[in-house]
């Protein structure tokens, strides 16, 4: 969610540390990469010791979440920015929007209501940004 908001904290509320926030929002995501990479390791090895591997359900959002995330950290640096232009800005945003949607699914249990309410307070933070960039461009409604 850090890497998610940074931009959009940023925007909506300039200062010191939300600009700290923006600058360091590389880490933060490298961050969670590290953190969900561990995560992949203790499930595989989880249903290696149940005799469940490869698991059973492959192909699910999941495995789109590990592809983009691998994605996202391989080109995590200046010169992929670079080489990748638009390309990469693509790419970065789709793969956030991809993990905000798969955390943010509905569920039952309070753990799974929690996410799904952080992940709508995080996208609406994110279009009222939005919103707010381009009433500073002076842009018409349909633009941007």
């Given amino acids: 969610m850090v890497t998610f908001m940074a931009s959009s904290l940023a925007t ?7 600009k700290a926030l923006l600058r360091d929002r590389r880490w933060w995501g490298l ?4 953190c969900f990479a561990v995560h992949l390791v203790a499930l595989s090895v989880f249903n290696w010791r149940k005799g469940d591997f490869p698991p059973v ?3 699910d959002p999941g495995v789109l ?10 080109t995590s640096n ?8 638009r390309g990469w800005t693509w790419l970065h945003r789709t793969g956030m929007w991809v993990f905000l949607l798969i955390f943010g699914q ?3 249990g309070l753990i799974a209501m929690t996410y799904t309410l952080v992940s709508m307070s995080a996208a609406c933070l994110r279009i009222a940004a939005w919103w707010q960039r381009k009433r500073r461009l002076g842009l018409p ?4």
């Fill in 57 to 59: 359900g492959l192909v």
């Fill in 141 to 144: 409604a349909g633009a941007m």
């Fill in 106 to 108: 509905p569920g039952t």
């Fill in 31 to 34: 961050g969670f990469a590290a």
């Fill in 65 to 74: 979440a590990y592809a983009l995330l691998l994605a996202m950290v391989l």
């Fill in 78 to 85: 200046g010169a992929a920015q670079r080489a990748m232009g």
């Fill in 12 to 18: 909506l509320f300039p200062g010191p540390r939300t």
